[in-house]
DNA sequence: CCTCCACCGGAAAGCCGGGTCA
DNA sequence: TGACCCGGCTTTCCGGTGGAGG
């Protein structure tokens, strides 16, 4: 009899390594960075030393290498130093999650917790005892500590100053042991938004990372099919297609590798022994559906009505909207849900959201005598029906939907 | 050249739900 | 159990502003 697990058996796979297409996989060798990776090897060689190396801040895009080329420098800096018997350690704390004071004291302080230490809790003592636990185990520790700050703009706000105050005096108050600081930041203003003085005592030397071009994705690409796919499954114009794809929109590698991914599985759904550009092309598509589902769903509830009274104006032929066509539309919607509207202020911040999270088009404009405002259109892809998917088990939307519907009609 | 609109957006403060600690 | 702390989200306050129209 067949089993239902036939058909998906693994044996004539395309993939021979699916490793080499997670997001996490560092490869053994680093391409394309060859002059960040010098200008940061320069720097952290006198950690082998015992000195303090030279605080970094790396600038660049998403999927330029950043913490990739960090990653691999570090790992190479720690086999080099337990060769020559030197003490260095790196930490690394994702600030996209790890973004507050209290919390990123507490994740270096947490890699350096031995049997005995007492356990911080992820909240409730006050920032500064934290902060001199963690430099009394880094003292304990000794040697040279490099604290890696991935997505490190994500710290730039107000409250934050005082980590980067505390970090940058790690030095003066250390006895047994050094710190320098490896910042890697998406925003390349971000260092404007640091206090003056706070910045020049970091005087870090920054590093910049620029997008890949279409032949370097490609290059990468080929790279990761050599060890990830099956020998005569590809070819080298496909790959070419996929970066070309990937440059013109973002030039990120991770997004590149991702795409090369879906398309391979699309191409075993397909059963077919080569991935074809049909494939890219309709992984491409999914891709991106994917990415604006998640989002949709994830969205809080205010956001979502929102959301969805940018998408009830445009169906409704509104031409163009502005923040103040949105904020009707939203009071509208959130009297019918019978839910209290937040401010327009607020509104407006949940606008600039969208704009960054490209599920919007926002534009500042100024209409003289009728003063200034922002002009606003969706830029959800076609096939998407995002309301369907933010009513999902959610009355409130469904309520404000219909109503606002029926409102807007008899207008 | 000046006014003035309809917002913008930074800063600060408040609220609230989670937590620790003595 | 009350004092205290953290962090996310929100409101409040308010100075700032590009450019059409007078």
Known sequence: ???????????????????????????????HRDSQIRTMVMNLADALEGHIPGNMILYGPSGTGKT?????????????????????????????????????????????????????????????????????????????????????????????DQLLYDLTSLNVLLKQSRASIIGISNDIGFTDKIPGPIRSRMSAEDIIFSPYSSNELSQILVERAKVGLRKGSWEEVTMRFCADLSAKEHGDARRAIDLLRVSTLR????????????????????VEHERVIGLLQGLPLHQKLTLTSIIINERNGVLTQTTGTIWETYVQACNLAGMKPLTSRSLSSIINGFHSASLAHVKNVSLGRRGRTKHVSSLLPRGIDAIRIMCENNDAINLAVNGTYKLQRRL
Request: with cysteine; proline share 3%.
């Open 267 to 286: 191409a075993e759904i397909a059963q077919s022994e080569t991935i074809e550009i049909e494939h890219i092309q309709s992984a491409h598509k999914q």
């Open 1 to 31: 009899m067949a089993n239902i697990f036939d058909a998906a058996s693994r044996k004539n796979s395309v993939f021979i390594d699916r490793r080499v297409f997670d997001p996490h996989h560092s490869p053994s060798t680093f391409n």
């Open 68 to 160: 990739a080329a960090t990653r691999f420098v570090a790992q190479q800096l720690e086999e080099r130093a337990q060769i020559i018997g030197s003490r260095v350690y790196t930490h690394e704390i994702n600030c996209q999650h790890v973004n507050t004071r209290y919390r990123v004291l507490h994740g270096i302080s947490e890699t350096l917790r031995e049997s005995g230490d007492q356990v911080i809790p992820f909240t409730g003592w006050p920032a500064d005892r934290v902060l001199s636990e963690t430099i009394r185990r880094m003292d304990r520790q000794g040697g040279v500590h490099i604290l890696i700050l991935d997505e490190m703009d994500q710290l730039a706000s107000r409250s934050e």
